[in-house]
């Protein structure tokens, strides 16, 4: 079964320091991994996804295979980085499987001055 | 860029009413999809649509149908609205066979209160 786990609902960080949002998922096949953010009031956007290998926004993942894992990185965390953070997983498209995207739970990321 | 909106920003509705939640994307996607968000349980999908006149029930499709007549537009009905279902409705769309991702780009979401 597909499963995404965002261990941590809150997360509380001083401007500066660095972050790491945690995501763990549970698939078989090859998958499709992304970070959503959601800002106060703003629609649920496209952050990164492990695909592009970018850094959007000072924010890093890497897909980790044998820890299944796709943690979310920023050295140097800034007040307009609070906002609410998805991490989601579909099937690698062309591979037969659903198109669909199974997302965790959020965390929620308060950058305190 | 990929404009998806949703005909309103805030509804209020009784229980018992008939609600209809609509969903227009401009980009041509095949895909489209109705999910609700909760606090402490993140997005759960309701229903989801491949093609026209074509759906697929979701992981909460209980209270709810969905309707899609024309590529651009996904209607979400409750046929009779409970106060459990209040809450923030988002709809997405996404086009795989033309991307290469199944990312799925979303509306500004509906806040709908049921009282």
């Known amino acids: 079964a597909q499963r995404v786990t965002q261990p941590e609902k809150l997360l509380s960080v001083f401007k500066g320091a660095p972050v790491e949002l945690k995501c763990n998922y549970s698939y078989s096949g090859s998958p499709e991994l992304f970070w959503y953010v959601q800002y106060s009031r703003q629609r649920l956007q496209l952050l990164l996804r492990?695909?592009s290998r970018e850094s959007i926004k000072g924010f890093t993942a890497d897909l980790n295979k044998g820890e299944t894992s796709f943690h979310l990185k920023k050295p140097f965390a800034q007040e307009e980085d609070s906002a609410m953070y998805y991490c989601a997983l579909s099937p690698l498209p062309g591979q037969g499987g659903s198109e669909k995207l199974v997302f965790g739970k959020g965390t929620k990321l308060t950058v305190n001055p | 860029d990929v404009k998806v909106t949703q005909s309103s920003r805030y509804l209020v509705k009784r229980t018992g009413e008939k609600v209809f939640l609509e969903c227009v994307q401009d980009?041509?996607?095949?895909?489209m999809f109705w999910y609700r968000q909760d606090p402490g349980l993140g997005l759960r999908l309701i229903y989801f649509s491949y093609d026209v006149k074509m759906k697929e029930k979701g992981d909460i499709p209980e209270g709810y149908s969905v309707s899609r007549e024309k590529k651009e537009r996904f209607s979400l009905i409750l046929e009779s609205a409970s106060t459990n279902q209040t809450s923030m409705y988002l709809c997405?769309?996404?086009?795989?066979?033309?991307?290469?991702?199944?990312?799925?780009?979303f509306g500004p979401g509906t806040r709908l209160t049921v009282l």
């Open positions: 997405a769309s996404s086009s795989p066979g033309t991307s290469g991702s199944n990312e799925q780009f």
């Open positions: 980009m041509d996607h095949e895909n």
């Open positions: 492990h695909i």
